[in-house]
C-alpha cells in the first residue's frame, strides 16, 4: 500500500495546483502511458484475460493494428449491433475502422471536439449508438480493468451510454496492478481529465439485493490487446 499512497498524495497535490486554463482542460488528450515491456506483456496478456472473463468481461483477442477492422466487423456481426460511435485514438486509425464498419453496413457516429451548445446533440448521438469503441490508456492485468481518461474527442459519454462497449488498448499499456496503473496515468492526468475505471459490465445490487446489468454502464464489455509496431 505505500506505493499507493504515495502517488495518491502527487495526484492530490496536483489537484491543489492552479488549474489549467479552461480551453485545454478537457479538450487535450493525454498521451497513452507505456507500462509493460515487451518480455512482460505475455504473462499480464494472460493474467488480464483471465480476470476480464471472470467479471462479465470477452477477450476478444491481441490483435496486430491492420487485424483491428477486421475482428472489429466480426465483433459487430457476431453482437448485431447497427450503430457504432468511436472516439478518437493516438494508438490506431479510428476514421479507417470507421470507415470498414460502415463498408459493412454499420452506422458510424464519429465523436470529435464540441462547444457547450453542440455537447448535448453529441450525447444524444451516443445515446442511441449500440456499441461504443473507445481507446483505453491502459488496462489492469490483476483485475481486468480498463481505464480511460476522457476528453472532449473521447467523451465519457462513450463508456457510460452504449448498451455495449468496445474498448481497445495497447498490451504495453497493461498495468500489473492498480498502483502501477495510476501511476503511469501521472497526476497531471488525473487531476485534469475525468479517469474511469472499468471492470466488467456494468452491475448493481442495489434493488432488492439482486444483480442487474446495465444500470449504470454497458451491459456488455469487450476488451481488445492491440500490438503497435514499435514493441
Avoid: Y
Avoid at 450503430?83 to 457516429?109: C, K, M, P, T, Y
Amino acid at each position: 500500500m505505500g506505493a499507493f499512497v504515495r502517488i495518491m498524495a502527487s495526484v492530490k497535490t496536483a489537484l491543489g495546483s492552479r488549474a489549467r486554463p479552461a480551453a485545454a482542460n478537457h479538450h487535450e488528450a493525454p498521451v497513452p502511458p507505456r507500462v509493460a515491456s515487451a518480455a512482460q506483456s505475455a504473462e499480464l496478456i494472460s493474467s488480464f484475460a483471465r480476470e476480464l472473463e471472470a467479471v462479465g468481461g470477452h477477450f476478444a483477442g491481441a490483435l496486430m493494428a491492420e487485424e483491428l477492422p477486421a475482428r472489429a466487423v466480426e465483433l459487430a456481426d457476431q453482437t448485431g449491433v447497427l450503430s457504432i460511435a468511436i472516439g478518437a485514438s493516438v494508438s490506431f486509425d479510428a476514421e479507417a475502422l470507421a470507415n470498414s464498419l460502415e463498408q459493412h453496413g454499420r452506422e458510424i457516429i464519429r465523436c470529435g471536439p464540441a462547444g457547450d451548445d453542440q455537447r448535448r446533440a453529441a450525447i444524444e448521438r451516443i445515446a442511441r449508438a449500440d456499441l461504443g469503441i473507445v481507446e483505453a490508456d491502459c488496462a489492469i492485468a490483476s483485475t481486468g480493468t480498463i481505464v480511460v481518461a476522457a476528453t472532449a474527442a473521447r467523451p465519457s459519454a462513450l463508456t457510460l451510454l452504449p448498451p455495449a462497449l468496445l474498448a481497445i488498448v495497447r498490451v504495453d499499456r497493461l498495468a500489473p496492478d492498480a498502483a502501477a496503473a495510476i501511476s503511469a496515468l501521472g497526476a497531471e492526468t488525473i487531476a485534469h481529465h475525468r479517469v474511469v475505471f472499468i471492470t466488467g459490465p456494468s452491475r448493481t445490487a442495489d434493488i432488492e439485493k439482486l444483480i442487474v446489468v446495465g444500470v449504470h454502464g454497458p451491459k456488455q464489455l469487450h476488451v481488445i490487446l492491440l500490438w503497435p509496431k514499435d514493441v
